[in-house]
């Protein structure tokens, strides 16, 4: 693909949704973009502000607390695959309010549904749940502690 061609199906890639870098990159090469071309147009995005990997983690974070519940854990381990830097996710996982981050655990294991009777086996599935959303074991042991 031409230079100018990729460059515009690129502004209009980022400008739909925040993109990390290697979300960029992976696009590129589907694109089937010669490496030369593709450097050129990473750093132009770069440099006009379009990609910015703090900012996407800012909003993937902010994305995944509040509207899908995911935990801590399973944040990094996402952000990890998306290529962003350990040092940027580690920042910005730093910046969370914990005792909302607590209060949100405790209302999704409060209004979570699970038909068992058995308060251990129920206990237990409530446990793998929680951790399957990505929050640590000692969160939810917490959680549950205040819950019960």
């Known amino acids: 693909m031409e230079r100018d061609a990729a460059l515009k199906k690129m502004l209009h890639y980022c400008?739909?949704?925040?993109?990390?870098?290697?979300?960029?990159?992976?696009?590129?090469?589907?694109?089937?973009?010669?490496?030369?071309?593709?450097?050129?147009?990473?750093?132009?995005?770069?440099?006009?502000?379009?990609?910015?990997?703090?900012?996407?983690?800012?909003?993937?974070?902010?994305?995944?607390?509040?509207?899908?519940?995911?935990?801590?854990?399973?944040?990094?381990?996402?952000?990890?695959?998306?290529?962003v830097d350990k040092n940027i996710i580690d920042g910005v996982i730093s910046e969370i309010d914990l005792d909302i981050y607590k209060e949100e655990l405790q209302n999704l294991l409060r209004n979570k549904k699970i038909d068992e009777t058995d308060p251990y086996k129920r206990n237990a599935k409530l446990i793998r749940y929680a951790m399957s959303k990505g929050y640590s074991c000692q969160?939810?042991?917490?959680?549950?502690?205040?819950?019960?």
């Open 15 to 83: 400008n739909y949704q925040d993109r990390c870098e290697k979300e960029i990159l992976s696009k590129l090469n589907s694109l089937d973009v010669n490496e030369s071309d593709a450097s050129f147009i990473m750093n132009f995005l770069r440099e006009e502000g379009f990609v910015n990997d703090e900012r996407y983690c800012r909003s993937f974070v902010k994305g995944k607390l509040n509207l899908k519940k995911w935990g801590v854990n399973k944040i990094k381990l996402s952000l990890i695959a998306k290529g």
């Open 139 to 148: 969160d939810v042991m917490e959680a549950m502690s205040v819950n019960n």
